[in-house]
């Protein structure tokens, strides 16, 4: 029997040694030497490094939706919705214009096409809605096309576009100094001399028939609070050649389209405007009514019995007299009606119009309202249904 352990093991008695293997020295390779590369020292800018963008001209300039400038070429910025600008930070505008029918699928030029024929998408958006689509029906029965609420092809090339979709808008020192905060109770309202927009960006939104919002979306460069005189703005092109023709012979109020329509003497239709109509169904007339005052502008007068929570309700105070303005409760213009109390007026909310909002009144918005005063008369019958 053998036990080994470690390096030898024993037999007979007598523990037997076991040399241990030399270890046999490693190779060792010289290590050849290089001289070092000469430096060159030139005045070449260094190379562009991870993800720095070289800078191009200013005329391959582009920037987002949101504002941020990118550079990249023609393809590429149509492929994903950029606009170009131009030296001076302004989207170019088209000026050498040529009439053609609207595009199939651009819901903006269908909405400027529509509000200059006098049909009201409501405030332009560029996104089709209820309103675009009830002011495209309106459109086709005034053309005698078959009436689906839809772009057809027919419907296109009645909808002829004379002029640029968007316009250049150049604030004025006027602009700038219309702006006024509104008070907040009906005492402060009364007190003031005027109740005008409450800022520059409200002003030109309304007056060019838009959202604020979008007026914001196409100018992303514009810094709204801090805009001086001189300053161009895009804006949809809402005075274009197109007019309403006609005086308006009968009014025609739809409760449930919340429309307004216009015809004149011949039954012809002229014009169609989105309105708002009373919350409580007691409160909205119905039948045959007439016009029997206008007013341009319109002062309001405040009666606290009908908003028993005010601050002057609960203080018992009387009636005030709100001052004229495009934030008045019955904003630029006031049609009376023959039923004491109710009227067809304007609204200092034009983005609320179209609902059940109103305590009895129809209500437009306020660029709707002062094309309604082109249209209509004293006298003028009014049709509710």
């Not at 290590?31 to 001209?57: L, S």
């Not at 514009?222 to 308006?248: Q, Y």
């Not at 009376?336 to 609320?352: A, F, M, R, T, V």
């Not at 309604?372 to 006298?379: D, P, T």
């Amino acid at each position: 029997m053998a036990i080994t352990a470690g390096l030898g093991w024993w037999q007979g008695g007598k523990r037997q040694q076991v040399a241990a293997p030399k270890e046999r020295p490693l190779a060792v390779k010289p290590v050849e030497k290089k001289p070092a590369p000469a430096v060159t020292v030139t005045n070449k800018p260094a190379p562009v490094i991870g993800n720095r963008v070289p800078v191009q001209p200013t005329t391959n300039q582009w920037v987002s939706q949101r504002g941020v400038r990118v550079y990249t070429n023609a393809t590429d910025a149509a492929r994903i919705g950029l606009t170009r600008i131009d030296e001076t930070g302004l989207p170019n505008l088209t000026v050498n214009f040529t009439p053609r029918p609207v595009a199939a699928g651009r819901d903006l030029e269908i909405q400027v096409a529509l509000d200059r024929r006098g049909f009201s998408p409501g405030s332009i958006d560029g996104m089709s809605g209820p309103q675009t689509v009830a002011a495209i029906a309106a459109f086709q029965q005034q053309q005698r096309l078959p009436i689906s609420g839809r772009i057809d092809a027919r419907t296109r090339r009645a909808l002829t576009l004379r002029a640029p979709v968007f316009a250049q808008y150049t604030v004025s020192t006027n602009d700038l100094a219309r702006p006024l905060p509104l008070g907040k109770t009906w005492t402060a309202k009364s007190r003031q001399p005027i109740l005008d927009y409450e800022t520059l960006l409200e002003l030109v939104a309304e007056k060019h028939h838009c959202s604020p919002r979008y007026l914001q979306k196409i100018n992303p460069l514009v810094h709204w609070p801090g805009v001086r005189a001189g300053t161009a703005v895009k804006v949809p092109n809402t005075a274009g050649a197109d007019t309403m023709a006609g005086v308006g012979a009968l009014i025609h109020i739809q409760l449930r389209a919340k429309t307004l329509r216009v015809y004149d003497s011949s039954t012809n239709l002229v014009a169609q405007f989105p309105c708002s109509i009373a919350t409580r169904v007691e409160n909205r007339p119905v039948g045959r009514l007439a016009i029997t005052a206008v007013a341009h502008p319109a002062n309001y007068t405040f009666n606290p019995a009908r908003f028993p929570n005010t601050p002057e309700a609960l203080a018992g105070s009387g009636s005030l007299n709100i001052p004229p303005g495009p934030n008045n409760p019955i904003g630029t213009a006031w049609f009376s009606l023959n039923q004491p109390g109710y009227g067809i007026h304007g609204s200092p909310d034009p983005e609320k119009i179209g609902r059940t909002t109103s305590l009895g009144c129809f209500r437009l918005a306020n660029w709707n309202a002062e094309r309604l005063l082109k249209l209509v008369r004293v006298g003028t019958s009014v049709l509710v249904e």
